[in-house]
């Protein structure tokens, strides 16, 4: 049975999704996490596109020991000589090497002709191969190139030592008959050792389908992001595109490394880090996959999972919703519970999930594995020392009243303390927050969930702020949902003060 290489392209792809910007630490602990997934290669930025990206890269490549880490080039010696720098210290070091070859892109973008084109992806690819043995190429724009030119390109780059050639659906056009049979011809006219990979996007929602049509097809290489994140409407989903290979095993009769009980832990860290939300109906990891709603479907489901079930939650790692920890338990169960949960955290970091665990139990009768995931994820994803943190604060509100927060925050050992009114009581909390940070920012998003069941349910807000340009994530969890604002909030303004540092210039043509 033929296994297919993942390729994840969450923190190069994925982190041009619009609004997504994510800090070198916050970059190591999803490539950390991409490698407890068994993923095959981690497309770990564009060093040439910033300063930060290539440190990240660097810094990704010192701590990924199992994983092929890749840095992204356009065919430009400074390019690959700065992603070859960012490389240096990887054990499996892969070069990402990409120029546009449709008529569309060469002609508007590049103003180069074809053989133009062919003559500078040769002259960068056998630079780079005297450096570096793992290449990949990619012809960028590849569904509307002419295919016999691709080919030629391909052939082209193949000669230099190229061993992936990967087949973009850059725009997000191609129908899957269409891609299918793109990847049928290049596989029958390429030499049988290169691999095709697959890198689609999801501008008409097919990105997945096409993935898999060229997988059918001879590809052997896909390559996806975590929740579909990517440029524009995103690319194809990790999660679907392995769950589609491991539930319908029958049909494709091929494997992936995926350990896919990792599957939802990944999809949290990606979408708390990122600020982009999980869409509730998203397939694989949305909020409702699981859910049955119909009472037919109940029932059946009671009777048998089967008669609804294709797949059962436990498979991608969604936690059981079971009383597992109370009032009384002590601090060795609750370590030995977020181990059972797959979390590796420091003994400092456990006191801290600890207190908040007894904080929680004050309020809250039954500690579920989910409640104790909210815990932990809080610290977890805390990969700064936050500057400013809630201490207090006090609402008023009523139909007949004027809302109005009073609210104390410390930043180190200061303290800090405001009031303001507000349209209702989280605004009136925003604002007597921005008075004390001296911060205006736009509340651009607001999300409110419950994320465990019964009437002590814990809330979980994300907002997304913006400063500057700048759209930041932010999230809070509580069992109040004030509480629970005021620290989405705050936890924004602090990613906001860590981040606004950092220059970010994206290469717009990716
Ligand atoms: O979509 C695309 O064409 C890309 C390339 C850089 C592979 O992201
Ligand atoms: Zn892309």
């Known amino acids: 049975m033929d296994n297919i290489i993942i390729f994840d392209t969450t923190l190069r792809d994925g982190e041009q999704s619009p609004g997504a910007s994510l800090t070198s630490d ?20 564009f060093p040439i596109a910033s300063e930060d990206d290539a440190k990240a890269v660097a810094l990704i ?20 000589e700065v992603a070859l720098r960012s490389l240096e210290k990887a054990s499996k070091p892969r070069l990402h090497i990409f120029l ?3 008529e569309i892109h060469r002609k508007y973008k590049l103003q180069k002709a074809k053989e133009e084109i062919v003559k500078i992806a040769v002259e960068n690819v056998s630079f780079a191969k005297k450096y570096i043995d793992d290449v990949e190429f990619s012809p960028e724009d590849a569904t509307r190139t002419e295919q016999d030119f691709l080919l030629e390109v391909l052939k082209a780059v193949v000669a230099e030592g190229v061993k992936t050639v990967n087949i973009p659906d850059t725009v997000g056009y191609a129908t899957p008959p269409e891609y299918g049979s793109l990847i049928k011809f290049l596989r029958e006219k390429l030499p049988s050792d290169v691999v095709i990979s697959v890198h689609c996007h999801n501008d008409l929602g097919l990105a997945v389908a096409n993935s898999l049509m060229a997988v059918i097809n001879g590809a052997r290489q896909v390559e996806c992001t975590i929740n579909g994140i990517g440029e524009r409407a995103g690319s194809a989903a990790l999660e679907e595109i392995a769950m589609n290979l491991l539930v319908r095993k029958d049909f494709y009769n091929l494997t992936t490394n995926i350990v896919t009980k990792e599957l939802y832990r990944t999809s949290r860290m990606v979408s708390a880090l990122t600020g982009i939300p999980v869409q509730p109906n998203k397939a694989i990891i949305g909020e409702n996959a699981f859910r049955h709603e119909a009472g037919i479907h109940q029932d059946g489901i009671l ?7 294709i797949m059962n939650p436990e498979m991608i790692g969604v936690p059981a919703s079971e009383l597992v920890l109370g009032k009384h338990s002590g601090r060795h169960a609750l370590k030995s519970r977020l181990e059972t ?26 500690i579920t594995d989910i409640d104790i995931i909210f815990l932990a994820e809080e610290e977890q994803f805390q990969t700064h020392k936050p500057v400013y943190t809630l201490d207090y604060f006090h609402i008023i509100s009523g139909s007949s009243t004027i809302p109005s927060a009073t609210v104390r925050i410390k930043k180190g050992e200061e303290i800090f303390e405001d009031a303001s009114r507000g349209d209702g009581p989280v605004d009136a909390i925003y604002k007597a927050i921005d008075r004390l940070t001296g911060l205006s920012p736009i509340l651009k998003e607001y999300k409110i969930s419950a994320v465990t069941s019964g009437q002590d349910a814990q809330g979980e807000v994300t907002v997304s702020i913006e400063i500057e340009g700048l759209k930041i994530p932010g999230k809070g969890v509580s069992t109040d949902i004030i509480e629970a604002s005021a620290k989405a909030y705050l936890d924004a303004i602090n990613r906001y003060l ?11 043509g990716a």
């Open 100 to 102: 546009a070859t449709s």
């Open 61 to 80: 490549c010192e701590r990924i020991k199992n994983a092929s880490v890749c840095a992204l080039a356009r065919c430009k010696n400074a390019d690959v």
């Open 341 to 366: 949960l797959g979390f590796q955290l420091s003994e400092e970091q456990i006191e801290k999930v600890f207190d908040k665990f007894k904080k929680l139990a004050d309020k809250k009768k039954e």
């Open 26 to 45: 916050e970059k190591i602990k999803v490539a950390e996490q991409l490698e407890h997934l068994g993923v095959d290669v981690i497309e770990a930025g």
């Open 303 to 309: 009777k048998n999972r089967s008669t609804y079930e």
């Open 498 to 508: 860590i981040r606004k540092d950092i220059i970010k210039i994206k290469y717009k």
